[in-house]
């Protein structure tokens, strides 16, 4: 029996396609491009994988989404086929339980699944990593992320409302994809920091809870920018502060440049913000430490004494650092979607020659 | 007129109805071990603890096991699955958002496989998702109890105490059903069901 995806015939022009997926909940309601037999050939012809073959099963509905199933996806969100790899590697990430998209794709929280590519793989494709990489104009950028929440939804079982009960959802549930911008970052890649050689090509998924903007033009020496970053990472209403977690640091080039210069290694960098990215026990309200704080974070962590301040990450291990972004004094701090989940990184298969 | 031949984008979940685990009968029930799951949500505390009283009234020889989860938004996990591994009954409570209600499911369903009867509570907006989570695990029948999410527009997590000891011992004789009643009359009533059923607590709201 084929495990391949049904066709279907429809009668009419183009945007009679359209509205059909529309109506039947099909797409984040955007336009799709039509996943012609053609076009989802073009797409499984860059992979070398077999189409019936199953990735791992996305919850809530458990269903295993087969490489036919994600490429249809990757069609309608508008890949070109050579993203295709990196779209199957992603949603191999997603799929992974410590991600936790069992909880992701039903939560409350606003959280989205950030897509992070790194190596060769990022320029050949051109996935922005410079100036806008989080905004709109970037196909490699928009097309990726747009196709694995596709996934998501559409074999994953995530519809909005019904399934996916966030209370407001976010614009980065549309599509969250960057490259890191190694060229420009005085640190090791991420990629590298977690063990894979420099001319490997991964993807990572991390959950963000938001993109919130770390302005500093001002400050000279990497003590004074981090003291920028300790006040706006540690807040009573970040998810990470109730929840632990890992949370995400995008240090823009020029802020990345000024702490390295001052010796700072990312080791350093962590340490430093997890000693003074604190919450202090009193800004707290009761109930929150009674029921949340004191039953997520580490019990070493408890205190009565509302001077002590509890870090925004459980450990400065926790913390993830990252370089991405063009010309400008601003950085961004992601909370993430805390304890239940943490990113997961993943190998980009070569493409097929 | 053109025509076009697509894809369709979706694929179907498998689903399932493996059987709940077997009830006594609230006759055959002596001296009950009943496990207390809190997943750590406000006022989940106060709501079970109302809850133990009810039932320490029916059971007068009842014991109780009582486990708080970690965080509500992952599962019981191992520690917490030997804890409560020699209950007879278990309340689940309470799922009262997205990510901790399909966690009370996951681990609502962890215990019936395990054998103990478990009523599982959740509140109103996320008991379509529940059920649909349910089924995906291939355990269609999980009984759930649903509460409304919010009195006079409070949510569950945020109502003074004595509200929320009212609202425990209005749904009591939804949980004993639950943990008492025949497996197959259980799953004939959760099946597929995602209502609200403790009429009390309906005219209550």
């Known amino acids: 029996v084929s495990t391949l995806q049904p066709t279907l015939t429809i009668e009419g022009e183009a945007d009679d396609v359209l509205e059909y997926y529309m109506n039947h909940g099909w797409t984040d309601g955007l336009p799709v491009v039509s996943p012609t037999v053609e076009l989802v050939e073009r797409m499984l012809a860059a992979a070398d994988r077999d189409p019936e073959e199953t990735l791992p099963p996305l919850p809530p509905s458990r269903t295993a989404p087969t490489v036919h199933a994600v490429a249809v996806n990757a069609v309608m969100a508008g890949c070109r086929p050579e993203y295709f790899p990196v779209v199957l590697a992603a949603v191999e990430a997603v799929a992974d339980p410590v991600l936790d998209l069992y909880g992701l794709q039903a939560t409350t929280s606003p959280v989205a699944v950030l897509l992070m590519v790194n190596g060769p793989i990022a320029a050949r494709l051109q996935i922005n990593s410079m100036g806008n990489c989080l905004g709109p104009g970037f196909r490699a950028n928009a097309t990726i992320g747009r196709a694995v929440q596709l996934v998501a939804l559409n074999v994953g079982g995530g519809t909005p409302q019904t399934m996916d009960k966030a209370t407001h959802g976010q614009p980065g549930k549309f599509t969250l994809c960057f490259a890191e911008n190694e060229q420009d970052s005085p640190w090791e890649p991420w990629h590298v920091e977690h063990g894979f050689a420099l001319d490997a090509d991964t993807v990572t998924a991390i959950s963000v809870t938001g993109t919130q903007n770390v302005l500093d033009g001002c400050s000279k020496t990497a003590r004074e920018l981090l003291q920028t970053f300790a006040s706006s990472c540690a807040h009573v209403g970040a998810q990470n502060a109730q929840l632990g977690g890992w949370p995400l640091i995008i240090f823009s080039p020029e802020h990345a440049q000024i702490i390295a210069r001052d010796g700072y290694t990312k080791t350093d960098v962590k340490q430093a913000l997890y000693e003074q990215s604190r919450v202090p026990v009193h800004q707290y309200p009761a109930d929150m430490l009674r029921y949340k704080v004191f039953h997520n974070r580490p019990r070493k962590m408890w205190s009565d004494d509302p001077g002590v301040g509890l870090p925004f990450a459980d450990t400065a291990e926790d913390v993830n650092i990252v370089v991405a972004g063009g010309a400008g004094p601003h950085s961004v701090f992601c909370p993430s979607f805390g304890l239940p989940s943490s990113p997961v990184i993943r190998a980009i298969s070569a493409a097929r020659q | 007129m053109p025509t076009y031949v697509v894809f369709q984008p979706t694929m179907s979940s498998a689903g399932g109805a493996e059987p709940l685990a077997s009830r006594k009968g609230v006759d055959a029930i002596g001296s009950p071990h009943i496990g207390l799951l809190c997943n750590s949500k406000a006022n989940a505390d106060v709501f079970l603890a109302e809850i133990e009283q009810a039932l320490l009234r029916r059971f007068p020889a009842a014991t109780f096991s009582r486990h708080t989860k970690l965080t509500a938004s992952k599962a019981l996990g191992p520690v917490g699955e030997t804890e409560l591994r020699n209950c007879d009954m278990i309340v689940n409570a309470f799922g009262d958002c997205g990510s901790c209600s399909s ?43 649903v509460l409304p999410h919010t009195w006079d527009k409070t949510p569950l997590g945020q109502l003074p105490d004595d509200a929320v000891r009212s609202i425990s011992a209005a749904v009591y004789p939804e949980v004993e059903f639950i943990v008492t009643a025949s497996a197959e009359d259980v799953a004939a009533a959760y099946r597929k069901n995602v209502d609200v059923r403790t009429d009390s607590l309906t005219a209550a709201r």
């Open chain 2, 103 to 145: 966690w009370s499911v996951h681990d609502g369903i962890a215990l019936e496989r395990a054998g103990i009867p478990t009523a599982t509570v959740i509140t109103e907006p996320f008991a379509y998702k529940s059920r649909f989570e349910a089924e995906s695990l291939g355990f269609g029948d999980l009984p759930l109890v």
